[in-house]
């Protein structure tokens, strides 16, 4: 879990819409924080590890606007990171990743 992971399909979003602004990613750090940014968001994370997982809150910016939310993220036996994450009161994706 811990490390940068290269986010590359949503359900929601095209997949060449990810890297508007950078390359869509997700990364868990060792202390527990950790940070996000797709299309034009872009998340802080505090992150609680399992052996192959991570449920997490988050505060950032979604096109300039203030959003919050959690999400988790959960590894699969083929190395694929399936990661949901919602807003406080709002819309909820799902997206996958491949370690970076």
């Given at each position: 879990?811990?490390?940068?992971?290269?986010?590359f399909?949503?359900?929601?979003?095209?997949?060449?819409?990810?890297?508007?602004?950078?390359?869509?990613?997700?990364?868990?750090?060792?202390?527990?924080a950790?940070?996000?940014?797709?299309?034009?968001?872009?998340?802080?994370?505090?992150?609680?590890?399992?052996?192959?997982?991570?449920?997490?809150?988050?505060?950032?910016?979604?096109?300039?606007?203030?959003?919050?939310?959690?999400?988790?993220?959960?590894l699969?036996?083929?190395?694929?990171?399936?990661i949901?994450?919602?807003?406080?009161?709002?819309h909820?994706?799902?997206?996958?990743?491949?370690?970076?």
């Amino acid at each position: 879990m811990i490390g940068k992971w290269r986010i590359f399909e949503a359900d929601d979003y095209a997949a060449r819409d990810l890297d508007l602004v950078e390359p869509a990613f997700i990364q868990f750090n060792a202390d527990g924080a950790g940070q996000f940014k797709f299309i034009c968001v872009d998340g802080a994370m505090e992150c609680g590890y399992s052996a192959n997982g991570a449920d997490f809150d988050w505060v950032g910016v979604d096109e300039m606007d203030e959003a919050s939310g959690s999400g988790d993220a959960d590894l699969g036996e083929d190395g694929i990171l399936t990661i949901t994450i919602s807003r406080f009161k709002g819309h909820e994706a799902t997206f996958s990743a491949r370690r970076w």
